[in-house]
């Protein structure tokens, strides 16, 4: 079992390589405990901090744990669940594709464990869809489509893009996006299936306990405070922008607003907030805000993790606490905890004295 494989499980040579060994999965559940500790912790790491946690030093291992994860989800059967894994798969591969294609060719001829673009490419055969022309590259727009389908932003709808002789514009970045959403896609797919029962019982605590934080994911959904001081960093940072009618990026504005959302701000609050924005359109920014929400979608979006606000340019201002966590949310929360709760609910008080005075004018 190769370490590339470990790293990308979602890759066909994977899921050769594991059954060219004849696991016997249900073996592997049963007597592997570093196998299922790894794969509730892929699972679990996605719903919290929407990655899949630190990869086992142990290639097997590592490498196993990617199909009883997925085992795990098919169990738990919740359709957030679902989304939330896949995401978080496809998030860490982005990381580390987009990082193997910026090491040197040197580098990448002395070791087996990086992938190239071209690699990529051939693995979702995407290879003679996509074509580099000098200026980045340029995509068919059949394969461009779904890929972009589920792509928040503006810039992603085919009327913002110079479609030509059948192909979209896109450049570098977006590709690597538009790879991201293949992986997606391949890791989602298929998802749940039908768990033989031996399996099932052999996973029964796990499972338990994933329901456990789904549960109490359903309670962070229903926070009720608005804090601007207490929130992270980044999310001070880009409130600031919007209050003082800066331009945000597609990929700030969704960050901030699906925050925003998630810490149960209603729409109305969030168009309000963004009306002193110079690029402010009140019908554009409701729509979005519904679409995260999920309001008007299929799926509801949460914040980005910090990886992909570091990845973003959005990660800034740095402090104790994020060193320590891994997602927007999760700092927020930390800080609520620590807050005193007569504070809060001066807080609570505070906010909705503002509300009724804006209803009255």
């Known amino acids: 079992m190769q370490r590339l494989h470990a790293r990308y499980p979602f890759l066909e040579a994977a899921r050769e390589s594991v059954a060219s060994q004849t696991v016997d999965l249900a073996t592997v559940v049963e007597q592997d405990q570093a196998v299922v500790d790894r794969a509730h912790e892929r699972v679990v790491a996605a719903l919290e901090a929407g990655d899949t946690g630190e990869p086992h030093r142990d290639t097997r291992t590592e490498l196993l744990s990617y ?10 059967n919740e359709r957030i669940l679902v989304r939330k894994y ?4 496809a998030e860490d591969a982005f990381e580390r594709f987009t990082s193997d294609f910026e090491e040197t060719v040197e580098l990448k001829s002395a070791s087996n464990d990086g992938l190239s673009l071209e690699t990529l490419l051939s693995e979702f055969d995407l290879e003679n869809a996509v074509r580099e022309v000098s200026d980045g590259y340029r995509i068919d727009v059949g394969t461009y489509l779904p890929l972009a389908a589920d792509c928040w932003g503006d810039e992603w709808r085919l009327v913002n893009r110079a479609l030509a002789d059948g192909e979209v514009p896109i450049d570098e970045r977006e590709l ?3 790879v991201q959403e293949a992986v997606r896609e391949r890791v989602e797919d298929g998802l749940p299936f039908d768990v033989p029962d031996p399996i099932a019982q052999a996973l029964t605590e796990e499972v338990e306990d994933i329901h456990e934080v789904l549960a109490n994911l359903e309670l962070t959904r229903e926070i009720d405070t608005v804090v601007p001081d207490l929130f992270p960093p980044c999310m001070k ?9 800066e331009h945000l990026a597609h990929h700030s504005r969704f960050a901030i607003t699906a925050f925003l959302t998630s810490i149960g701000m209603s729409t109305d609050e969030i168009v309000e907030l963004y009306r002193v924005n110079s690029s402010f359109g009140e019908e554009m920014t409701r729509y979005q805000t519904d679409h995260i929400r999920g309001d008007s979608s299929p799926t509801e979006y949460s914040a980005p993790s910090c990886a992909t606000m570091q990845s973003y340019g959005d990660c800034v201002n740095k402090d104790d606490l994020c060193e320590r966590i891994a997602h927007p949310m999760a700092y927020y ?19 909705e004295g503002e509300g009724e005075s804006e209803s009255e004018a």
């Not at 940072?237 to 009618?245: E, P, V």
């Not at 709760?341 to 807080?347: A, G, I």
């Open 67 to 76: 199909p009883v994860a997925r085992v795990l989800v098919s169990l738990v």
């Open 237 to 245: 940072a880009l409130l600031d922008s919007i209050q003082k009618g």
């Open 86 to 89: 896949a995401r978080a798969e």
């Open 176 to 178: 690597h996006v538009l």
């Open 333 to 351: 929360e930390n800080r609520l905890d620590d807050e005193d709760e007569d504070d809060l609910e001066d807080w609570r008080k505070a906010a």
